[in-house]
Every structure is written in structure tokens, then in C-alpha cells.
């Protein structure tokens, strides 16, 4: 009895040591970093607005990769996987990720926040081409005013669902809506450069709508607003004729499409005695590889505007807008 009781003086002290031991365990937890939000985004381009806007708050994971082309990206089951498990869900809508949409719908309906970011721009900054009727160009992005407007669609999403840093997400916002102001600024200023008797832009499919109202220029997609949709003969014959007619310089490759109904331009010029040239490869349904610049949205404007203006006849600095481009403008 003498051996317990001369341990009785232990009984307040193992007290004290469970109750800084507690503290330690559980303070520490209630002080630990808060869980990161998990953001899914169908396109690079969207993925950046929202990496820009959440920095290390989130984690962003971009569905569809550098090449791969939106139109007819379908999702894989990891795809699914991660839209299932997102906190948050932005894709470009309009259409863009036609078989994709089926997925995003049944998202939505789980009650997730799922945000079709060009849809909900006003339609001032929409195209409707002709033909289409109820339905508008999802190549919102090709021009930074009207894609600046998505910022603010990522902004409000954010503080929505994570209103204690609605401070961060709005400092984030009104710098990143600089950059883009900064960038159309030297789009506006470079391709003003191009003789406007060579604002002409032929490209693989037509993604340039955007581009060519904010910018002054013709567009010739050789596919139309889809990739799904294929090039006819006489959609080949006629541009090859307006190419002659016109003496347009050069025409452009992009890198989620094959350059085989390129090639098939450049032939046929070279028949009727006209000789053009691939004036470059250009980003419009992806950006680039990631961890360049390219890979950034403002890289992949850069690069754009930087290899058109080159190739058209005007004036353009090599490295581009910050001296970052890694592909030499052609």
C-alpha cells in the first residue's frame, strides 16, 4: 500500500503533462495550414486564370493537355475521377467540349459549382457567325479584352465558395487583369504593323473570329468553327483562289490540328503559279508545353501575335512582347 501510495504525487503531474500534450496535438491542428481547394479546368487557358487567381490556395488540374484538341477530347475515367472530386469546376462552355458536356452536366447536378466561363460573358463580347443561329464561337479567348472578362467569373466563383480570402482572389484578379491589358496593348500596337492589304489570317480551322473583330483582320478557317466539321473540295478550291486573287504572303499551321489541309493550299497555289510559305505554327485551341511561356495564356498570345506579325509583312520583336518566347517567330 506504501509502494502506491508514494506514486500518488504523480497523479497532478500526469495531469499536466496530458493537458500540454493536448494542446500541442490538437492547438496545433486547429493552426495548421487550412486543406487546399482542388479546382478542375478543361483548358489550359482556363486553368490559368484560376492558377493566377488562387496561387497556392488551390490545387489546379487542367483536363485537357498542350496539342490536344478540345473539340474532340472525350474524358477519360481519371477525368471523371477528378471532376467527381473537385471542389470547384470551370470549363469554356459554347460548345467547346462538345463530348465532354454530357459529364459536366451530371457534375452540376450533384450540386458542385461547375462555371461554363464563356457563357457567362455578356453577349456584346460574343460572336454569333453567320449560319448559327442561337449558337456562338467558343474561341472567346482569341481576343484579351473579351477573355479578360472571364477573370471576374473566376474571381466571384472563388469568393463564393472561399469568402475568407476573398482579399487574395481580388488583388490576384486586378493584377492578372493588367497582364491582360498590358498584352492587348502590344497586340493592338504590333499587329497595327501588318499592311492592311495583308490582314489576312488562313488558318487550319476557324478559331481567329475573335481575333480578327478585335485586330482588323480577314480570317479563313480551311475547317469551320469544329474540328469535328470537315473541309469539302470546294471550300479548299476557293480559298486557293482567294489566295491567288489577293497575293497573300503566307498561311498558318496550329498545333492541335493537322497540317494536311495546309499543305493542300500550298499545292495548289504552287499551281497556279502563286508560291506561299507557313508562316508558323499557332496556339488556338491549346497552349503550349507546360512550363513555358508558351504555356501561359499571355505566352500563347505573345506568341501568336509575335509569329503573324512577323509573317505578314510587319514588325514584331523576335522574343516577343517580354523577350520570353522560346520558339523563334518564323
Known amino acids: 500500500m506504501r509502494m502506491v ?10 495531469a499536466s503533462v496530458s493537458f500540454v500534450l493536448f494542446i500541442l496535438v490538437f492547438g496545433n491542428a486547429s493552426e495548421a495550414a487550412p486543406r487546399k481547394i482542388k479546382i478542375v479546368a478543361t483548358t489550359g487557358m482556363i486553368a490559368d486564370v484560376a492558377r493566377n487567381l488562387a496561387e497556392e490556395r488551390a490545387d489546379v488540374v487542367q483536363l485537357i493537355g498542350s496539342g490536344v484538341d478540345p473539340h474532340l477530347y472525350r474524358p477519360t475515367r481519371s477525368d471523371i475521377a477528378a471532376l467527381t472530386s473537385a471542389d470547384i469546376v470551370f470549363y469554356n462552355g459554347l460548345l467547346l467540349e462538345g463530348r465532354m458536356t454530357d459529364a459536366l452536366v451530371r457534375i452540376a447536378r450533384t450540386g458542385r459549382p461547375v462555371y461554363a466561363v464563356s457563357e457567362r460573358l455578356k453577349p456584346e463580347y460574343l460572336i454569333e ?12 479567348w482569341m481576343d484579351p479584352v473579351a477573355w479578360s472578362e472571364t477573370v471576374d467569373v473566376v474571381k466571384d466563383a472563388l469568393i463564393s465558395f472561399d469568402s475568407p480570402n476573398l ?8 493584377a492578372y487583369s493588367k497582364q491582360l491589358a498590358d498584352l492587348q496593348n502590344y497586340s493592338a500596337k504590333t499587329l497595327a504593323t501588318v499592311p492592311p492589304d495583308k490582314r489576312v489570317l488562313i488558318t487550319a480551322h476557324d478559331a481567329f473570329n475573335y481575333f480578327a473583330r478585335r485586330y482588323g483582320f480577314k480570317v479563313l478557317g480551311i475547317q469551320g468553327l469544329s474540328t469535328e466539321s470537315e473541309a469539302g473540295v470546294k471550300d479548299i478550291e476557293h480559298i486557293i483562289s482567294f489566295i491567288v486573287k489577293n497575293k497573300i504572303p503566307a498561311v498558318f499551321i496550329e498545333s492541335t490540328i493537322s497540317d494536311r489541309n495546309v499543305k493542300a493550299l500550298i499545292e495548289g497555289t504552287s499551281v497556279q503559279g502563286h508560291k506561299i510559305v507557313i508562316g508558323g505554327s499557332l496556339f488556338s485551341d491549346a497552349m503550349g508545353p507546360p512550363g513555358t511561356y508558351e504555356g501561359t495564356y499571355v505566352g500563347m498570345i505573345d506568341h501568336n501575335v509575335t509569329t503573324i506579325t512577323s509573317a505578314l509583312s510587319g514588325e514584331a520583336p523576335v522574343r516577343g512582347m517580354l523577350g520570353q518566347l522560346t520558339v523563334k517567330a518564323e
Open 5 to 14: 501510495g508514494s506514486f500518488s504525487f504523480l497523479g497532478p503531474w500526469i
Open 129 to 140: 457567325p453567320t449560319g448559327f443561329a442561337g449558337h456562338y464561337d467558343p474561341h472567346v
Open 167 to 174: 482579399e487574395l482572389y481580388t488583388v490576384n484578379a486586378e
